[in-house]
């Protein structure tokens, strides 16, 4: 798990007024980690090309254009001149080593984006947007410069986007760079250390992001044990019944030691789970709205999940009248997508938009439900996975286009609603069963447009 700021300005400060370090310093430690990624990728006299902006971004592909000259060829091509003091002062340096900026990019087997990184909060000129385009254009291994050159600090994009094969972050992980539109564009991250550890570097942060090793499957150590000792979940099954039946098959496979479905009619089920029109006393955890259509009357269903029992909300429940009500529990794990989440944050008051809108600050949007529901457990689902409690939030950035497909989130119910049956925390139920379910879309060996929830399933048991 790892922390992420929305921005490190004040991080670097700190390294000056605390640890003595200077700009120069910072710079010099940013450029070497980026020296060390292409050294590391590609030999000796492959061809460089480095776009350098005009501000501090700019210098520090300049200070690589020193770094690397010599032993690699090198083009550096600085389209608007040096204008902060520190991109004077490396451009001045360089020139004593003989690399005078071209006048264009070039051919390249390595192409370097050092145009603006994290500090781009305006629209890009005409001339950027350009740039970018043709930089995008070339066939050459792109790396950006602690952000890609068209993302901006919040995470969302202008008209053009470096995409970038690789990021080289600088200090810290920036929030902005785990938004669901940045996913097409920062390519793999690494974080470069600026002259301190990373643990020196940063402070705590409200915001995290989740590592794929911080997954703890649900193994069994207790030898004494029966199928009660690992929970019962109850799913209510409404009018499309498979979506309860995935859900079901999921729960069981990540360690539940009972299922049942809830329906009002008896539904051709998979033998290993269980059927009842009325709640079994054993239940001890709740899983509602995958399928639920219109098949229980308010009574019906307050029928079956009246109680403090642990819920996992899902789907057409964020339509449901009774939606108000089950938000007042203290043990409640939501999972809408953004359109689900559009409609929650409508009936909640909190916010009249669509679902564009959610996208462009998926970030504040679900800082503000957190907030106006502190005790409830927000899993905002998307390209990248916002898992939120009050003012504690982690993003799970390991999912893939392959869980695109219907059936897919009624699994992420089920292995949550299993964890919760289990004993789990709301909040750690919904980050084991986040990361659970795309730890299985990963090992997924198909074609990317060929997964079931069948296949999610049965991975789910090779973790």
Not at 131 to 144: G, P, Q, R, V
Not at 307 to 324: T, Y
Not at 442 to 459: C, H, I, K
């Amino acid at each position: 798990m790892q922390n992420l700021f929305e921005e490190v300005g004040t991080l670097d400060r700190r390294c000056y007024e605390t640890y003595g370090l200077t700009e120069d310093l910072l710079m010099e430690h940013a450029a070497e980690a980026m020296a060390a990624e292409i050294r590391r990728r590609f030999p000796p006299d492959t061809r460089v090309t480095i776009v350098s902006g005009p501000g501090n971004n700019g210098a520090d592909g300049i200070v690589l254009s020193r770094l690397l000259h010599g032993d690699y060829r090198v083009c550096l091509h600085v389209p608007s001149g040096a204008k902060s003091p520190m991109a004077k002062r490396q451009l001045e340096r360089v020139h004593k080593l003989g690399i005078g900026p071209a006048d264009s990019i070039e051919n390249c087997d390595v192409l370097v984006d050092a145009l603006f990184g994290s500090g781009l909060s305006r629209p890009l000129n005409d001339a950027s947007l350009r740039l970018i385009e043709a930089m995008n254009a070339l066939s050459a291994f792109k790396l950006a410069c602690d952000m890609p050159s068209g993302l901006r600090g919040d995470g969302t994009l202008d008209a053009a986007c470096f995409r970038a094969d690789l990021t080289v972050t600088m200090g810290a992980l920036k929030r902005g760079m785990f938004s669901d539109a940045a996913k097409d564009f920062v390519g793999e991250i690494t974080v470069a250390d600026l002259g301190v550890s990373r643990r020196l570097y940063e402070t705590d942060s409200d915001w995290k992001l989740l590592d794929a090793d911080d997954l703890e499957p649900p193994h069994r150590t207790r030898a004494d044990s029966h199928k009660g000792t690992y929970g019962h979940l109850g799913i209510v099954c409404g009018e499309k019944p498979g979506a309860a039946i995935i859900a079901g098959t999921a729960a069981l496979r990540f360690g539940a030691g009972l299922v049942t479905l809830l329906s009002n009619e008896a539904v051709q089920i998979p033998f290993e789970l269980m059927q009842s029109h009325l709640r079994p006393q054993s239940v001890n955890a709740l899983a509602l709205g995958m399928g639920l259509g219109q098949e229980f009357s308010e009574k019906e269903l307050t029928e079956r999940i009246d109680g403090d029992l642990p819920l996992l909300l899902d789907a057409d429940i964020f339509s449901h009248p009774l939606l108000p009500r089950l938000l007042e529990h203290d043990k409640i794990v939501l999972t809408p997508h953004p359109r689900e989440f559009v409609r929650l944050l409508s009936r909640t008051g909190i916010a009249e938009i669509d679902t564009a809108q959610l996208q462009r600050d998926r970030f504040g949007y679900a800082e503000r439900f957190c907030a106006a529901f502190p005790d409830a457990v927000l899993v905002l689902k998307g390209a990248n996975v916002i898992i939120g409690k009050r003012d504690r939030f982690h993003i799970n950035p390991h999912g893939t286009n392959v869980l695109a497909k219907g059936g897919s989130g009624d699994v992420l119910a089920g292995l949550i609603g299993a964890l919760l049956a289990q004993g789990y925390d709301p909040l750690d139920a919904a980050i084991q069963g986040s990361l659970a379910h795309t730890a299985a879309a990963r090992r997924f060996e198909g074609n990317s447009y060929a997964l079931t929830p069948n296949d999610l399933v049965a991975q789910v048991g090779q973790l």
